[in-house]
């Protein structure tokens, strides 16, 4: 057991009258599901199991319920991260005005990629959608604050700040030191479009397209082939069939059902 788990219970219990007020905001008391956690990965730097079970407790919810609200979020972490978080933009505003320099410069400096964190534990990288503030690109934040107009001198000077502890933003609690990635599996899979049919044999879907590149051509090819169709829906979602399927159930007639 970790010296974090070990002091879990007196956590709650400190946490209590805060969480209770929280619930008492809401009609429903299980509409404090997000403030709840967020406050104790303010206290611990992450969502922990422990965390996520008291949560159902206090809510009168199923731990499912609660790990499914938790793992959706991306502000909500299930495992340790650094006490900073650098977060660099790759919307559109800021890939046109360079990000994607600002980013290979940051992972080199780093020595990390998408979803890691640096050998001492210091900082964790991410590189994520736009953050709005397209009038100062290249931005990013670090633990939620905003930085602009990132150039290479910046991020020298960002990381050198946060490595000797003088960074103008405070740094997040650390309770267990990170690993690697706080990323889990199945959410890699996702982050790296995996779950896409129009995805399957593209090396990078998060960033296909362009001359020379050959991943929106087979992303395409996949729709102008019909290797699969939309036939029916669920109470969610359109179902993906085969084609031979299809076929064989609705006598080829169009797909538009005539």
């Known amino acids: 057991m970790t010296e974090r788990e070990k002091n879990f219970p007196a956590l709650l219990e400190r946490l209590r009258p805060e969480c209770e007020r929280l619930m008492a905001q809401y009609e429903q008391k299980r509409s404090a599901l997000l403030p709840i956690m967020h406050l104790f990965q303010k206290h611990e730097g992450f969502v922990s199991q422990q965390a996520m079970d008291a949560a159902a407790q206090l809510l009168g919810v199923t731990a499912a319920e609660v790990e499914g609200a938790v793992s959706f979020y991306t502000l909500l972490y299930r495992r340790p991260v650094g006490r900073y978080m650098l977060q660099i933009c790759r919307g559109l505003a800021c890939s046109i005005n360079g990000a994607q320099d600002i980013m290979a410069y940051a992972r080199e400096k780093l020595g990390v990629g998408h979803l890691q964190t640096t050998e001492d534990g210091a900082i964790s990288y991410e590189e994520v959608e736009c953050l709005a503030a397209c009038d100062r690109a290249t931005c990013a934040q670090v633990n939620l604050e905003f930085v602009y107009d990132l150039t290479p001198q910046k991020i020298d000077e960002m990381l050198g700040a946060m490595r000797a502890g003088t960074y103008g933003t405070a740094p997040m609690t650390q309770t267990e030191t990170p690993g690697r ?78």
């Open 181 to 258: 990635t706080w990323a889990i599996p199945a959410d890699a899979q996702i982050a790296r479009g995996r779950k896409s049919r129009g995805a399957v044999d593209v090396a990078d879907p998060n960033n296909a397209g362009g001359i020379g590149d050959t991943a929106g051509t087979l992303m395409l090819d996949h729709l102008i082939n019909r290797d699969v169709y939309l036939f029916g829906r669920t109470s969610e979602r359109a179902a993906i069939e085969p084609r031979a399927l299809i076929e064989a159930n609705d006598g080829r007639t169009d797909r538009a059902g005539h």
